[in-house]
Nanobody, 119 residues
Framework: QVQLVESGGGLVQAGGSLRLSCAAS????????MGWYRQAPGKQRELVATISSLGTTNYADSVKGRFTVSRDNAKNTVYLQMNSLKPEDTAVYFC?????????????WGQGTQVTVSS
């Protein structure tokens, strides 16, 4: 079973920065892609950013130019650097890993970490 453990959330003022970390219990090379999603109260979970096993990145339009996703293969960890934070970035942020398991695409999720941006 895969475990994903997030850390780095917290309370920050608008315009500030936070860095989220997601540590995987096995080599992240085994995943097709990893990424970050977020869910604000009363809203659906939405994609924030993803990074493939080859390093290709993808971002939601709302975070382009402000957030950067990266990976450290040696540490089996994926990061989300968040700059110029806005109150609308407030949400629970979830780490995601996607893999093929017996031919079926399988998603793994972390427990989530709260990010709160005050105005």
């Amino acid at each position: 079973q895969v475990q994903l453990v997030e850390s780095g959330g917290g309370l920050v003022q608008a315009g500030g920065s936070l860095r989220l970390s997601c540590a995987a219990s096995r080599s992240i090379f085994s995943f097709n892609a990893m990424g970050w999603y977020r869910q604000a109260p009363g809203k659906q979970r939405e994609l924030v950013a993803t990074i493939s096993s080859l390093g290709t990145t993808n971002y939601a339009d709302s975070v382009k130019g402000r957030f950067t996703v990266s990976r450290d293969n040696a540490k089996n960890t994926v990061y989300l650097q968040m700059n110029s934070l806005k109150p609308e970035d407030t949400a629970v942020y979830f780490c995601n890993a996607r893999a093929q398991v017996m031919g079926i695409q399988t998603n793994y999720w972390g427990q989530g970490t709260q990010v709160t941006v005050s105005s």
